[in-house]
Structure formats: C-alpha cells, structure tokens
Nanobody, 121 residues
Framework: QVQLMESGGGSVQAGGSLRLSCAAA????????MAWFRQAPGKEREPVAT???????????YYASSVEGRFTASQDNGLNTLALQMNNLKVEDTAVYYC???????????WGNGTLVTISS
C-alpha cells in the first residue's frame, strides 16, 4: 500500500512562487509514474506534471501546456519524494493540488489528500 502526503500549499499573490512536496511511503519497484494533478473549483481534476521512473531512473517530466515554463517537477531526496516548484503563479492556478502514483502515467492508483493553493490578484 502506497501512502502519499503532500505539503507546501498556501496563499500567495500572482507572480509569486510556491513549492509543493509529496512524500511517498511504501513505494517499491523500479518502474512507476509519479504525478501532480489539480482540481480548481467547479472543474474536473487535470494533470499538471507527470514523471516516469523506469529502471530506477527518472525521465524528463511532462507538463500541461498551461504550466509549462513556469512549473518544474523533480524528485528530491531519492526517488520517493516528488516536488513541484511553481513560479510566476497566476490566479487561474488556484486549485487543490494532488500527488498521485501509478504503474504508468495513464493510470494513477494512489492519491494524496491534496493541498490547497490559492493565488490572489
């Protein structure tokens, strides 16, 4: 059983930065996908960044077009922590951000409880 714990959410003004972190416990194997999703009020949950780990090595992350160039996903402290550095934040980035893990990036199996990010103008 994989357990995910997000941290780092909060409130900032537009143009500011936040860094989210996701700690994964119970993660085994050398091939899996870690990802950040978000769900804005009244909208469906959408992927923000996905990162495949194959053979124990992290691949280049994939980003949604709405965040590319502003957000950076990376693994910290080994392969069990996924960070999301968010720069030049916009009001439309306001959402609950979720960390997820799955055997492949098209099928997330485990989800964190989410962390709220609020961007004010």
């Amino acid at each position: 059983q994989v357990q995910l714990m997000e941290s780092g959410g909060g409130s900032v003004q537009a143009g500011g930065s936040l860094r989210l972190s996701c700690a994964a416990a119970g993660l085994t194997g050398s091939r899996y996908c870690m990802a950040w999703f978000r769900q804005a009020p009244g909208k469906e949950r959408e992927p923000v960044a996905t990162l495949s780990v194959i053979g124990g090595y992290a691949r280049v992350p994939y980003y949604a077009s709405s965040v590319e160039g502003r957000f950076t996903a990376s693994q910290d402290n080994g392969l069990n922590t996924l960070a999301l550095q968010m720069n030049n934040l916009k009001v439309e980035d306001t959402a609950v951000y979720y960390c997820a893990v799955g055997g492949w990036c098209g099928g997330m199996e485990y989800w964190g409880n989410g962390t709220l990010v609020t961007i004010s103008s």
